[in-house]
């Protein structure tokens, strides 16, 4: 796969574009987050338009000839220093595409754009050959840590 003149992805069969967005159908972006294993059943997708509009960036990867949505990725930030990339996920039938580095780049180039200097993320285990040719390098002397106190920790 390779990127045309526009940036969009095409192979034989797929022609993919990134899309950032402030809207999107709901229940294709919980689709999303169950291919990511991070969707737990009983949670409404009605939330998921805030969480949308809530971000910096969102983008989706759509695969045009379906309109169907087959990644995304989000950013959360202040929109002056720091930004978190979280959310990044592309359908097991299109891994291995390029679309992943597809939607990391877009959102990273719309952190750049915003003059964002401080752009980090946390990696599931044995990612981190897909995210440092991206740029991302480990932060030695720093542990991820998740609030779990008051026992509400999703």
């Not at 809207?23 to 294993?37: F, H, N, P, V």
């Not at 971000?55 to 978190?84: K, P």
């Not at 285990?125 to 008051?150: H, V």
């Given at each position: 796969?390779?990127?045309?003149?526009?940036?969009?992805?095409?192979?034989?069969?797929?022609?993919?574009?990134?899309?950032?967005?402030?809207?999107?159908?709901?229940?294709?972006?919980?689709?999303?987050?169950?291919?990511?294993?991070?969707?737990?059943?009983?949670?409404d997708?009605?939330?998921?338009?805030?969480?949308?509009?809530?971000?910096?960036?969102?983008?989706?990867?759509?695969?045009?000839?379906?309109?169907?949505?087959?990644?995304?990725?989000?950013?959360?930030?202040?929109?002056?220093?720091?930004?978190?990339?979280?959310?990044?996920?592309?359908?097991?039938?299109?891994?291995?595409?390029?679309?992943?580095?597809?939607?990391?780049?877009?959102?990273?180039?719309?952190?750049?754009?915003?003059?964002?200097?401080?752009?980090?993320?946390?990696?599931?285990?044995?990612?981190?050959?897909?995210y440092?040719?991206?740029?991302?390098?480990?932060?030695?002397?720093?542990?991820?840590?998740?609030?779990?106190?008051?026992?509400?920790?999703?």
């Amino acid at each position: 796969m390779v990127p045309d003149q526009h940036g969009e992805m095409m192979d034989d069969e797929h022609e993919i574009e990134i899309r950032m967005v402030t809207a999107w159908d709901e229940e294709a972006i919980a689709d999303l987050y169950r291919a990511g294993g991070w969707w737990k059943e009983g949670w409404d997708p009605s939330g998921i338009a805030a969480l949308i509009r809530g971000s910096f960036a969102f983008a989706v990867a759509v695969d045009t000839e379906s309109g169907r949505a087959i990644g995304m990725g989000r950013v959360l930030s202040d929109g002056i220093a720091d930004a978190f990339i979280e959310d990044v996920v592309v359908l097991s039938s299109y891994r291995h595409m390029g679309i992943g580095t597809m939607i990391v780049s877009a959102l990273l180039e719309r952190c750049r754009s915003a003059n964002i200097g401080w752009i980090v993320l946390i990696a599931e285990p044995g990612l981190d050959e897909f995210y440092t040719p991206l740029g991302f390098l480990r932060m030695e002397g720093y542990i991820p840590m998740r609030y779990q106190g008051d026992g509400r920790g999703a």
